[in-house]
T-cell receptor, first 113, second 112 residues
Framework: KNQVEQSPQSLIILEGKNCTLQ??????????LRWYKQDTGRGPVSLTIMTFSENTKSNGRYTATLDADTKQSSLHITASQLSDSASYICVVSSDTGRRALTFGSGTRLQVQP | ETGVTQTPRHLVMGMTNKKSLKCEQHLGHNAMYWYKQSAKKPLELMFVYSLEERVENNSVPSRFSPECPNSSHLFLHLHTLQPEDSALYLC???????????FGPGTRLTVT
């Protein structure tokens, strides 16, 4: 069964600090992995997409890594801001001819002043 | 603004009511989706439409009835819901089934 596990479930950090969110998956065959940011009461917005051949990809203060061998991904946030407070969702796509998506439960990040 | 709008943003309804959620996408996409998001749970895919044809229905109770009159509009008709149906209902669209999905802001539904 395809699964995506995210950790931690929730995280509180001080403004300006860095943090790393984890995503482990057991999706096969693997097509790509996305990180979404979801503000409270709003729909998810894509931050980055990573394919099998990519190890690292950055989007401003967000840096995602992918280890396809260990089936792990991380999202590193640098110099956190109050506006980073949100849920971060890892979504893994399986290329089964008609793409199937497996969603993680998300990590709830709260950045405090 | 992602180009996907949903109305209403908030809805409170009794178990005997009938209501509809509306989704509209302005991106020229061919596929549209309904998701349910409950607290502390992953998004649950409910329905998928591609070129106005339903291509996926993930064992959703019949009290949820989707309608896709054209590629830009998607409805979710609700009747005789249960309190456990209270959740955030998200609509998404994509260029087709193989492409990135863009989400709407969601409708926060409370069933009393």
């Amino acid at each position: 069964k395809n699964q995506v596990e995210q950790s931690p479930q929730s995280l509180i950090i001080l403004e300006g600090k860095n943090c790393t969110l984890q995503c482990n998956y057991t999706v096969s065959p693997f097509s790509n992995l996305r990180w979404y940011k979801q503000d409270t009461g709003r729909g998810p917005v894509s931050l980055t997409i990573m394919t099998f051949s990519e190890n690292t990809k950055s989007n401003g203060r967000y840096t995602a890594t992918l280890d396809a061998d260990t089936k792990q991904s991380s999202l590193h946030i640098t110099a956190s801001q109050l506006s980073d407070s949100a849920s971060y969702i890892c979504v893994v796509s399986s290329d089964t001819g008609r793409r199937a998506l497996t969603f993680g439960s998300g990590t709830r990040l709260q950045v405090q002043p | 603004e992602t180009g996907v709008t949903q109305t209403p943003r908030h809805l409170v309804m009794g178990m005997t009511n009938k209501k509809s959620l509306k989704c509209e996408q302005h991106l020229g996409h061919n596929a549209m989706y309904w998701y349910k998001q409950s607290a502390k749970k992953p998004l649950e895919l409910m329905f998928v439409y591609s070129l106005e044809e339903r291509v996926e229905n993930n064992s959703v109770p019949s009290r949820f009835s989707p309608e896709c009159p054209n590629s830009s509009h998607l409805f979710l008709h609700l009747h005789t819901l249960q309190p456990e149906d209270s959740a955030l209902y998200l609509c998404a669209s994509s260029q087709d089934l193989l492409y990135e999905q863009y989400f709407g802001p969601g409708t926060r539904l409370t069933v009393t």
